[in-house]
């Protein structure tokens, strides 16, 4: 089963606007990361977040992490065209291995 | 800046070939992983490896077997290639054993005719 499951599907907002993604997990975790992918393209890695924070800022992305809630959730600012990607959270499981989230699957329009 | 590289973008097989995938990366980075990707599916890890000569079972490793004769080389062996292992196939590395950031290669997009 999903450890990291994002919400929503798919996102569509116009360039200048917000966009927001959640992801929930079942288990404790020691971190949770965002990863970006590219259309046909590799997994790149965006921000990590530690189970004792709380809110992380990179640039234009802000992620936050509820521990209680068992969530996540990644802002991004000022969206540009460029962002559109699909977003994936991932966690580790029991056995230690990364597991992802089926992703978000972002457009920005011009 | 880490690099992973796979050995090809695009690669169309057919059924019943042997199908090699290789992953090489500069950063000695001890821990790799083959992933695949299917729409609908996410990502799911096949193989990994924790040193050179040594292998894990991933979740789906029925029809797959891995290779890891050099620490910089991590290769995916189809033994005989079927249709249901059409499927973007990207290649990992991992910096400790329960870390935490990974970097992808650019993926291999495999079609089995």
């Known amino acids: 089963s999903q450890q990291g499951e994002e919400d929503p599907q798919a996102l569509s907002i116009q360039e200048g606007e917000n966009a927001t993604m959640n992801c929930s997990y079942k288990?404790?975790?020691?971190?949770l990361q965002w990863y970006r992918q590219n259309s046909g393209r590799g997994l790149v890695h965006l921000i990590l977040?530690?189970?004792?924070?709380r809110e992380k800022h990179s640039g234009r992305l802000r992620v936050t992490l509820d521990t209680s809630k068992k969530s996540s959730s990644l802002l991004i600012t000022a969206s540009r065209a460029a962002d559109t990607a699909s977003y994936f959270c991932?966690?580790?499981?029991?056995?230690?291995?990364?597991?992802f989230g089926q992703g978000t699957e972002l457009s920005v329009k011009p | 800046d880490v690099k992973v590289t796979q050995s090809s973008r695009y690669l169309v097989k057919r059924t019943g070939e042997k199908v090699f995938l290789e992953c090489v990366q500069d950063m000695d980075h001890e821990n790799m992983f083959w992933y695949r990707q299917d729409p609908g599916l996410g990502l799911r890890l096949i193989y990994f490896s924790y040193d050179v000569k040594m292998k894990e079972k991933g979740d789906i490793p029925e029809g797959y077997s891995v290779s890891r004769e050099k620490k910089e080389r991590f290769s995916l062996i189809l033994e005989s290639a079927s249709t249901n292992q059409t499927s973007m196939y990207l290649c990992?590395?991992?910096?400790?054993?329960?870390?935490?950031?990974?970097?992808f290669g650019p993926g291999t997009r495999l079609t089995v005719l």
């Open positions: 288990t404790s975790i020691n971190n």
């Open positions: 991932a966690t580790h499981n029991q056995g230690g291995k990364l597991i």
């Open positions: 990992a590395i991992g910096g400790s054993r329960r870390s935490d950031t990974q970097y």
């Open positions: 977040i530690r189970s004792n924070e």
